[in-house]
């Protein structure tokens, strides 16, 4: 499965994935720590990332989680990671986590494969409900809810604790599927 749009494609990840996430979480430390500190820490060199692959691969085989690269047509270079995490199989509902590159911010990059990757998660996955929390300070992830039609549903209170600080109230924003 690939998803193209632009210059750009979505991939799930691959096993051959380890070097190139690997880079791109080196080239963004500063940027992934407080809302990434996990994918940050397991993939700080290449072998620490080629495991985070390998477990991934298997998470995704077994519908655990999905782990997708953002990548560019000509270089294949990645841009950015978009996670579908959390999933409630009983619910059919998941949270989509994402991250991208310094140089490819504000392009409406990701907003475009959010768009992209909710149809999936509504027609191939049969998902109902999709979230994305954030924190309120993080406006361009506010804006990608939005641009893609995401609804603010509430606070939640002391939802995520970034490395050596004190719990961070989050807002949950939701989408759903319209075909239901």
């Not at 210059?7 to 070097?19: L, R």
């Not at 500190?37 to 477990?55: G, H, M, R, S, Y």
């Not at 298997?58 to 953002?70: A, D, P, S, V």
Request: proline letters at 5%; hydrophobic letters at 35%; a neutral charge.
């Amino acid at each position: 499965m690939q998803l193209n749009f632009d210059s750009y494609c979505i991939s799930p990840i691959q096993p051959k994935d380890g070097w190139k996430i690997c880079n791109f979480v080196v080239a963004n430390e500063d940027r992934l720590k407080r809302y990434f500190p996990k994918t940050l820490e397991q993939n700080l060199t290449p072998d620490l990332a080629n495991i985070f692959v390998a477990k991934k691969v298997k998470q995704f085989e077994n519908k655990g989680e999905f782990l997708f690269t953002l990548k560019t047509n000509d270089s294949d270079q990645l841009v950015g990671l978009i996670y579908i995490k959390k999933l409630n199989w009983t619910k059919k509902e998941g949270e989509f986590a994402y991250c991208i590159g310094y140089e490819y911010e504000g392009k409406g990059i990701t907003t475009k494969a959010i768009k992209i990757l909710s149809n999936h998660a509504f027609d191939t996955l049969n998902l109902k409900t999709l979230q994305i929390i954030v924190h309120p300070s993080n406006k361009p992830s506010i804006k990608v809810a939005e641009n893609c039609n995401f609804t603010w549903i509430k606070t939640l209170e002391k939802e995520h604790t970034p490395p050596g600080e004190k719990p961070l109230d989050m807002e949950l924003y939701e989408l759903y599927n319209e075909m239901e």
